[in-house]
């Protein structure tokens, strides 16, 4: 029987936090650490799931008779995808399917998208399946909203299966128009770190579903129907002042704001060009990283007390700035440190980490990657 090891990245984002389901602007990039499925065709239509992560555990699922909640814990994600691939009328063969991840759970750094678009990868190609990436990405992204129950948006999946190596990616996530920028930060002496800050968060928890319902909240009052698309015509969040809930007026702000951060710092990159240009064009990114930090935490207040500490200590140690990515309440936070000092700043935020009585955090090299793709 025939088998391939298919690919996906998980992403971490340099702007444009809580905006993708607010059909506003984000600009992730992707890593190179991610999951692999290995996926072998079966004769006998049975989808066999197994995880190096859950080694004791074998899922095995008749893809035609999926339904949402029929499978639950980290399953849910690969069976999800054959539940949506069925449901969009595309019929899903056998197989058996190995999957290995090499990103964090629960960091904030997409391992989730990166699952469902890697099986969803290998479930095509061995199905004979052929879906456009934009398609196979809003598949994905159903099979997390509607099987897994999570209500995300569409940057992690589009990131996993669109995004271009030493490339940030714009997508305006109303219209799913993709412009990719040059991100080569090594180039310029500048390496992306991302700090794993030990505080695990669930997206199915209630926090996420709250933001997106206040976000909703603030559309309706204001008039309009998503907030997302304000950032390129009210950059400065003049229109949220109109809204009378103090809240509500702050959740708008956030997100129009970071909408405009991912557009500037999208045309600071296309100005880097080679990757080469001057020192200011990566301070003035680093600033408009830790505005967009500052953002999620008062204006958005998705931010938790090891990713403010972690910003401030990162730039105090001589980084040029530094936010929390994913949908926060834990998980990690990109900084943008010069090389030459990145070994310090990593020394001094695990000493930071210990003199508070905290596990240490773990670190990645952010070095943006292709997306998802076959292995072998
Ligand atoms: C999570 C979700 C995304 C997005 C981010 C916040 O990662 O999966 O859709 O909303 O949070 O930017």
Redesign the pocket.
Known sequence: METQVWFAPGRA?LM??????NEGF?LPFALAQGVTATATARDDGLLVLRSKQVPDETVTVNPGSLAPGSVTGWAAYPAGVAWALGAAGLAVRGASVDVDSNLPAGA?V?SS?ALECAVALALCSLSGISVPRTALAALAKQAENEFVG?P?????QSAALLCQQGHAMLLDCQTLETTQVPLRPAAAGISILVIDTRVTHA?VSGE?AARRAECEAAALALGVPSLGPLARTDPDAALAGRLADPVLRRRARHVVTDGARAMAIAGALQDTGDGRSGDETWRAIGSLLTEGHASLRDDFEVSWREADVTVEAAIAAGGYGAKMI??GFGGSVLALVPADREGEIRAVLTETYLSRGWLPPEFLDAVPSPAGRRLS
């Open positions: 984002n444009g936090e809580h905006t993708d389901y984000v904030g997409s998208a999570a995300t948006g569409i940057i992690d997206l996420y994913g949908g």
